[in-house]
């Protein structure tokens, strides 16, 4: 089955810098890749995505990275703020008009230093 | 609207009882799943479902169980509460792989 490594585990960044998660996968099969942001106590949240037919995505601060034949994808958050600060889930799922196979991250806790 | 609700956010319960927290989604998706996170943050899938097939996460204990009276519904049941299965417990559909996640459900055992 399919297997996803997150690093790291824990990230803290100093206000206004880059922060970098790195995710790896195994099934070759995986073709869309999505990143949740999950504030303390609330529901994980998608703020972007990329599927395998891309190899870059961004959307203002966020982007995502994917390189398919090393089976590993990032997620790069310029100028960061506090409200940057939450833990993070990649994802990789098999989805195959309506079948679906996903195995998330174990997740990122982002801080943000002011 | 919501589009995935989940119901109770709380519940605290005994060791032994047997609990249901429900779930809707108002999204048209064909795939719905219950999620457990733990205190380490861990995302784990214990179910995924469609209207065709259910896929159990062969590590989730025969306790659970998912009941669905409709496309748009997935309950979650559990027998006999264990201390261990204290958690959140999430509800999520999904189109194309993109999950929406519900509100989260806060069990505590005692």
């Known amino acids: 089955g399919e297997n996803v490594e997150q690093h790291p585990s824990t990230l803290s960044v100093q206000e206004g810098d880059s922060a970098v998660i790195k995710c790896t996968y195994s099934d070759s099969a995986s073709n869309y890749f999505p990143w949740y942001k999950q504030e303390l106590g609330k529901r994980p949240q998608l703020i972007i995505d990329?599927?395998?037919?891309?190899g870059e995505k961004k959307d203002q601060r966020i982007a995502v990275t994917l390189n398919k034949t090393a089976k590993h994808f990032s997620l790069h958050i310029t100028e960061t703020q506090p409200e940057d600060s939450a833990v993070y889930f990649c994802?990789?799922?098999?989805?195959?008009?309506?079948?679906?196979?996903?195995?998330f991250g174990t997740g990122t806790r982002l801080t943000i230093i002011p | 609207d919501t589009a995935v609700s989940q119901t109770p956010k709380y519940l605290v319960t005994q060791m032994g009882n047997d609990k249901s927290i429900k779930c809707e989604q108002n999204l048209g998706h064909d795939t719905m799943y219950w999620y457990k996170q733990d205190s380490k943050k861990f995302l784990k899938i214990m179910f995924s479902y469609n209207n065709k097939e259910l896929i159990i996460n062969e590590t989730v204990p025969n306790r659970f169980s998912p009941k669905s009276p409709d496309k748009a519904h997935l309950n979650l049941h559990i027998n006999s509460l264990e201390l261990g299965d204290s958690a959140v417990y999430f509800c999520a559909s999904s189109q194309e792989g993109e999950q929406y996640f519900g509100p989260g459900t806060r069990l505590t055992v005692t």
């Open positions: 994802a990789a799922i098999i989805s195959n008009f309506g079948n679906e196979k996903l195995t």
């Open positions: 990329i599927r395998s037919n891309v």
